[in-house]
DNA sequence: CTCGATATGACATCATTGTTGTCATGACGG
DNA sequence: CCGTCATGACAACAATGATGTCATATCGAG
């Protein structure tokens, strides 16, 4: 054996911090001519994802803290792709939703990213796919312990 | 069907940001009382697996620019934790490797996070970890085209 | 209902780190 | 030998995650 378990999932872990990278500059690139970042993206998904958030609800969907979010929120409402909504369960904390423009730019963008995925890895079948999304989430799951 | 293949490996790279990043809040938090930082663990890690690296080639192996890992090189050098070593293929450019401090200091790293890993992710068999490795190395391989 | 604890927005600051640019010099191939 | 490229050294910048503070709204306990 070459190792154990936990070398294993080590191995896992470590192929993931330059395939975040990579991909952000892939993602970067498409996005500069909208004049919009990662951050920016990642608020935009979420939002397009789950329906209308506060601040910190966002946050916490991203695993990051609300000041940061809360930039990326003013940044995105600045530009005119998310704005503010009444929010039925708190009166303080509005709901962030997006905009038509906003829709529709993540919309674009996310329907080009899927375009260039389609014919990634291709060596790799479906169930082996099934598979790498159950062992990440195990361990997004475990690994905040 | 809930999507195409493309949508189904979008859903692997969602998985993989909030990973590092908690990942490297872990990994960060016991490192804090060595008074080093994950990008100078990285390169530890590179030197320890790969063996004394040139600053552009422990760059390349990052897929990161030489001039970020030349900076981490530094502060690694003023701990003590690695040192030059004459090239014999290129007089200029030294080769750099871990000193004693330094291989001591990952392995004991290195033993505290495989034994972490080992109790993380129970529901997943092996043959799941692996296909989860090959898929990543898979993405790695072509999302930079 | 009152009060204390908590959540939230707003604002500010800082550290890490990836990116980019420049320049002098050595290395290497034609 | 000369032009091109690689390398180290140095510098500056941008994105972003982390942290702290403060006033105020919200909420739950008593």
Redesign the pocket.
């Known amino acids: 054996m070459t190792g154990g378990r936990g070398a294993r999932i080590y191995d896992v872990l470590r192929e993931t911090?330059p395939l975040v990278?990579?991909s952000?500059?892939v993602v970067?690139a498409a996005l500069r001519d909208d004049g919009i970042?990662?951050?920016?993206?990642?608020v935009l998904e979420v939002l397009a994802t789950a329906g209308p958030l506060?601040?910190?609800?966002i946050?916490?969907r991203?695993?990051?803290?609300?000041?940061?979010?809360?930039?990326?929120?003013?940044?995105l409402a600045a530009r005119g792709l998310v704005t503010a909504q009444t929010?039925p369960?708190?009166?303080?904390?509005?709901l962030?939703r997006l905009t038509e423009a906003g829709t529709a730019l993540f919309d674009r963008v996310h329907d080009d990213e899927l375009a260039r995925l389609d014919t990634i890895a291709a060596d790799c079948g479906d169930d082996e796919i099934a598979a790498a999304l159950k062992v990440l989430r195990a361990l997004n799951r475990d690994v905040r312990r």
């Open positions: 911090r990278l990579n952000a500059r970067e970042s990662v951050g920016m993206r990642a506060t601040v910190p609800g946050a916490h991203l695993d990051l803290a609300r000041q940061g979010i809360q930039r990326h929120v003013d940044d929010n369960a708190h009166r303080r904390s509005v962030v």
